[in-house]
């Protein structure tokens, strides 16, 4: 096992998520404790290491986050903790900036009040709109949805906190991440993990438009280690990156990538548009001249991976958000039987 980061403790938040999950492997590859934080909502506790602490519990829960830091002492925090709906996060304003705003903001209150070295923050390129593309670190962000205005206000609240508090941060952005322990019975958000629950239930892919949408789809084990691996890079400090993926790719031409990998034939169900930016990816350069980043596993190779996995974990059933906020332009295939 690394001792890189030997004799120190971090919590994790979102930790029985996808991502989260993953971040927590490899802190403990690293030497680190960790204690890990999840209500799981859309997480399940079998991700977590059985070498974590693991605590059930919100962030938006105040006291509680006081309490565990009061306990515990923390050298890091790894927020993770989001529901990352993009495109439903219209609908459910209040839950989304409850969750992904001011439960982000008791981190940052806890964290400054007991001094932690360094706050690690999972925003996305949500943040950047309908930018110039690729989109980079010194574009200046304009969401279009509450889900990248509540992880834009965020990253401002860590810019505030580190100018009056000394609080470092670092930022990364990710984008369309997939891989091994997504939940794929979300039907909101993760795309390849929903196409892949719908050919595990013999249900056609729905695709929102023309499915000439483009993104580039991120495998996770590109993507957790650099994260983990952060707060050991003084030059990441107080900085945000982008990380990800660099091929773009049509949701058409990820449709069929998904069949492939899954041994099926190609047969989709095209859904009325639904609002979205249109073309989003990202540029990662910064991220690589600072953590010699690049990522090495192909759409092709993560797809097969993830198909492994998927058949084994097998098919989940999709379930309604519980409770909406606005109906009003809801697409269809998102309302209630």
Known sequence: MSAVMRNQKALV????????????????????????????SGGFGDNVDKRARFIQGSVTDAPLIARLFTEQCFDYVFHLAAYAAEGLSHFIRRFNYENNLLGSVNLINAAVNHAVQCFVFTSSIAVYGRSQLPMTEDLIPQPEDPYGISKYATELDLRAAHELFGLRYIVFR???VYGERQNIGDKYRNVVGIFMNN???????PVFGDGEQTRAFSYVRDVAPIIARSVKVPGAYNEV??????????????????????????????????TEVKHAYSDHAKAAHVFGYSPQVSLEEGLRRMTDWVRQAGA????????LEIARNLPPSWQKA
């Open 13 to 40: 938040t979102g930790a029985a998520g996808f991502i989260g999950s993953h971040v927590v492997d490899e802190l403990l590859r690293l030497g680190c404790a960790v204690v890990a934080l999840d209500d799981l």
């Open 199 to 205: 050919i595990l239930q013999n249900q056609p892919l």
């Open 241 to 274: 990156f982008n990380i990800g993926a660099e091929q773009p790719y049509t949701v058409n031409e990820l449709a069929r990538a998904v069949c492939t990998a899954m041994g099926v034939e190609f047969r989709s169900q095209y859904l009325p548009a639904r």
């Open 174 to 176: 990710p984008h369309n």
């Open 316 to 323: 989940r059933q999709a379930r309604d958000f519980g409770a």
